[in-house]
Nanobody
Framework: QVQLQESGPGLVKPSQTLSLTCTVSGGSITANYYYWSWIRQPPGKQRELVATITGGDQTNYADSVKGRFTISRDRIKNTVYLQMNSLKPEDTAVYYC?????????????WGQGTQVTVSS
């Protein structure tokens, strides 16, 4: 079974920094993950696409995090990172990683279990 394991949850104060990590395991030897995303869901609100990175290392960010968050990846390790600087209370949410690509010759999409990030003074 393919699984995405997230790490890095925590409680931080406004203006501080936190990094999240997501690693995929269990894929076939030929698996190729070409589109990585971080999605968050604040309490009582709908999900929001935070950041994406493609196989060509093209990145995109939501306006609410642009200039503060950085997404990066390690293709060999099948790992994606999210560095969150200058955190605000409005960044409080459950953060999910998602990866899309080809696995065993077919399109695949996998989700992490979600990790709680709380920004509070």
């Amino acid at each position: 079974q393919v699984q995405l394991q997230e790490s890095g949850p925590g409680l931080v104060k406004p203006s501080q920094t936190l990094s999240l990590t997501c690693t995929v395991s269990g894929g076939s030897i030929t698996a190729n993950y070409y589109y990585w995303s971080w999605i968050r869901q604040p309490p009582g609100k709908q999900r929001e696409l935070v950041a994406t990175i493609t196989g060509g290392d093209q990145t995109n960010y939501a306006d609410s995090v642009k200039g503060r968050f950085t997404i990066s990846r390690d293709r060999i390790k099948n790992t994606v990172y999210l560095q969150m600087n200058s955190l605000k209370p409005e960044d409080t949410a459950v953060y999910y990683c998602n990866v899309r690509g080809s696995d065993s010759g077919r399109f695949a999409s996998y989700w992490g279990q979600g990790t709680q990030v709380t920004v509070s003074s």
